[in-house]
């Protein structure tokens, strides 16, 4: 979400930044021309689609741990190419040109039959599938390979005329290679746990044959949704913009060991129930989709925790007293610990009918009939636990720390009328019922315990300002990434 800054924020930015660096933006001599390839520009500075390739891998280390990640599945995508080149090449086989130009040709005469001359091939790829005709053609060469290899004396024979059994026959065969394949990863990973030592650039060896990591971020910017390599690129660019305050690994280290501390206790104010039993190690995969190791080596986070100790240091005790007293009463404010039936139905059900959803109507004899067993003496967690046995997105219970703003100012008003332990009666929200039990008060903590947070959320709300800023000026970053 984009913010707009204060014009006084800006001017405190400005002096800071002039302060702290004054050549933080300084770009390097401009080369006499710019790389061919570039993909982003930060000023005279370019990102080429070479270093982007090298940049990504790092950016999706956190992802490959996921067996269902878009990075795992190329990954695994790679390793199953690589199998059936080698065996391709054991049994003498290959994929000519000639070969590869009539598949081609019949699948574009197909396309072009089945839209009526409205599609060919070509326009499929580029459009339907967003890639180049030579990365469809190596893609194609590699689906060949595979019947080829699958239809060999060796193994099954030739493949049967019927699409269904031709595929079901490829998958078995390619399945007994990729078993008897030896595979060794230098990154941890879904498939393997443990990373293996196999040398610098190395991201796995397949019967020891090495994956390089070049190789593989030039597969992940072919295959990842153009949304996720965006992200990275903008990473990337912010590190460029931030590299001036980029802290040392060792410096990283002894500022997320003060981090941890502020976790704790940001984790006691947080709403989230769930939360507060999270460590801070997962609570920064969960956030950043990196572990603590990356984050203290990645380039981006060290210059973004860098240019926020800049800004803290410029923080003044009037401001944070303010931000205090403004919120005093709702973020910083005391809380209650409920325990929430939410039923959801459908809005204006009353003039438009239920529209696929339950009535208010019914919503709110199901919050009578919640309420009418916990009153009769049957234990409101074991009410609540049938409830959520149900899996009903739209009616479900959970435990929350309600304050007085936003989303949770109803339950904060309802709460703050029971004493602890007493069921609520059913009221609505906008297109909800509720029924709440207070489990207890949790008083606002002083403004001793939460100064340090509030200093470091100021100096974090006015870095996020600054970069937001250069990113979105079109004469410091330009951005003209397309995946084909």
């Known amino acids: 979400m984009t913010r707009t800054a204060h014009p006084l924020r800006w001017l405190s930015i400005v002096l800071v930044l002039s302060a702290l660096s004054p050549t933080a933006l300084r770009a390097e001599e401009p080369p006499t021309q710019p790389p061919a390839d570039w993909v982003a520009r930060v000023g005279d500075r370019y990102l080429t689609k070479e270093r982007l390739a090298r940049a990504v891998v790092w950016r999706v280390m956190q992802d490959l741990t996921e067996p ?27 994929v000519t040109d000639a070969e590869l130009q009539a598949r081609y ?18 326009s499929v790829i580029t459009r339907d599938q967003g890639l180049t005709v030579p990365e469809f053609r190596e893609n194609l060469r590699h689906e060949m390979l595979k019947e080829k290899v699958s239809s060999h004396q060796e193994y099954l024979g030739p493949l049967p005329k019927d ?20 595979v060794d990863y230098g990154i941890k990973c879904a498939m393997q746990q ?79 129930e769930a939360l507060h039993t999270v460590s801070y190690e997962d609570y920064v995969k969960m956030q950043y989709k990196i572990d603590l190791e990356g984050l203290k ?23 944070v ?23 959801a139905f459908a809005p204006r059900d009353d003039l438009l009918g239920p529209s696929g959803g339950r009535t208010r109507k019914e919503a709110l004899k199901l919050a009578n009939s919640i309420l009418r067993r916990a009153s009769s003496g049957i234990d409101f967690d074991d009410v609540t636990r049938e409830v959520n046995e149900k899996r009903d997105g739209t009616f479900f219970s959970r435990r929350l ?10 339950l904060y008003e309802q709460a703050k009328l029971l004493p602890d332990g007493q069921v609520s009666r059913p009221f609505e929200t906008l297109a909800e019922v509720h029924v709440i039990r207070r489990e207890r008060w ?25 970069l937001e800023e250069q990113m979105t000026d079109p004469k410091m970053v330009e951005i003209r990434w397309s995946p084909n």
């Open 194 to 272: 443990k990373r293996s030592d196999l040398g610098e650039g190395v991201i796995a060896l397949v019967n020891g044959r090495p994956i390089l990591h070049l190789e593989f971020g030039r597969e992940l910017l072919l295959r990842l949704p153009g949304s996720r390599i965006k992200q990275v690129i903008q990473e990337e660019c912010r590190a460029v913009l931030t590299a001036a305050w980029a802290l040392t690994p060792e410096q990283m280290e002894a500022l997320l060991a003060v981090e941890k501390e502020r976790w704790l206790i940001r984790r006691e104010m947080t709403t989230q």
């Open 68 to 94: 269902g990640s878009g990075a795992t599945t190329v990954l695994k995508q790679m390793v199953q190419a690589r199998v059936v080149a080698q065996e391709a090449e054991r049994l003498g086989l290959r």
């Open 105 to 122: 040709q019949q699948l574009d005469t197909r396309i072009r039959r089945m839209t009526n001359g409205a599609k060919n091939l070509e």
């Open 401 to 410: 720390r309600v304050r007085n703003t936003g989303n949770g100012r109803h």
């Open 442 to 466: 949790i008083p606002a903590p002083p403004f001793e315990d939460v100064q340090d947070l509030i200093r470091q959320r100021l100096a974090f709300l006015m870095a996020h300002d600054y």
């Open 321 to 343: 007293q303010k931000d205090y007293d403004e919120q005093k009463d709702t973020m910083y404010g005391d809380r209650f610990l409920v325990t929430d039936v939410q039923i």
């Open 297 to 319: 080596r990645d380039r981006y986070f060290r210059g973004l925790y860098g240019l926020v100790e800049a800004f803290r240091k410029k923080v003044t005790g009037a401001e």
């Open 163 to 182: 699409d269904k059994a031709k595929i079901a026959q490829i998958e078995v065969v390619i399945g007994e290679l990729l078993k008897k394949a030896t």
